[in-house]
Antibody, heavy 116, light 110 residues
Framework: QVQLVQSGPELKKPGASVKVSCKASGFSFSSYGIAWVRQAPGQGLEWMGW????????DYAQKFQGRVTMTTDTTTSAAYMEVTSLRPDDTAVYYC?????????WGQGTTVIVSS | QSALTQPASVSGSPGQSITISCTGTSSDIGVYGYVSWYQQVSGKAPKLIIY???SRPSEVSNRFSGSKSGNTASLTISGLQAEDEADYYC??????????FGGGTRLTVL
């Protein structure tokens, strides 16, 4: 079936980096984009950016430009998001989602905790 | 860019209809037909319930409907059921080629 499966939870220290993976199955990966959305504890959804699996084009929310990098590997139908210079307020559940004009398929979420 | 504006909470009794508003600007909702709505049950991933203002995925109940007027989009849930209790988020494409979410609305079924 159509699904996105994300990597497991991460515990990082402030200043470190984290790379979250998102593996797609059940659809033509290269025909879609993959968005990344995060949700801090008790807070709302925050769109971080999007990457086209077709050509690698990206658009990032201004807040994350320079600190977030999104990539894809079409040979394995996987998307990756790396966040550098982690801060405690980056603690959140990070979701990947298949994006066209909307986000219709979501991963299960990856919890990233940033704490010293 | 600031988040879209949604009421923090709404409530209704079973069988009633409720409407959640989502207010943006002339740089997002006002100029693009790419408004989506998502339902998030506590602890779960969001689920798409409305896309492109008023279209509904085939698996979503026709009790959910969407509309837009000017800079404001709306989600209406008719025949309210206990299982509809969740957080609801609107989203819109923007003139910066990004997406933006609303702050979320908690629906309580009384």
């Amino acid at each position: 079936q159509v699904q996105l499966v994300q990597s497991g939870p991460e515990l990082k220290k402030p200043g470190a980096s984290v790379k979250v993976s998102c593996k797609a199955s059940g659809f033509s990966f290269s025909s879609y984009g993959i968005a990344w959305v995060r949700q801090a504890p008790g807070q709302g959804l925050e769109w971080m950016g999007w990457i086209s699996a077709h050509n690698g084009d990206t658009d990032y929310a201004q807040k994350f430009q320079g600190r977030v990098t999104m990539t894809t590997d079409t040979t394995t139908s996987a998307a990756y998001m790396e966040v550098t210079s982690l801060r405690p307020d980056d603690t959140a559940v990070y979701y990947c989602a298949r994006q066209w004009s909307a986000m219709d398929v979501w991963g299960q979420g990856t919890t990233v905790i940033v704490s010293s | 860019q600031s988040a879209l504006t949604q009421p923090a909470s709404v409530s209704g009794s079973p069988g009633q209809s409720i409407t959640i508003s989502c207010t943006g600007t002339s740089s997002d909702i006002g100029v693009y037909g790419y408004v989506s709505w998502y339902q998030q049950v506590s602890g779960k991933a969001p689920k798409l319930i409305i896309y492109e203002v008023s279209s509904r995925p085939s698996e979503v109940s026709n009790r959910f409907s969407g509309s837009k007027s000017g800079n404001t989009a709306s989600l209406t849930i008719s025949g309210l059921q206990a299982e509809d209790e969740a957080d609801y988020y609107c989203s819109s494409y923007t003139s910066s080629s990004t997406l933006i979410f609303g702050g979320g609305t908690r629906l309580t079924v009384l």
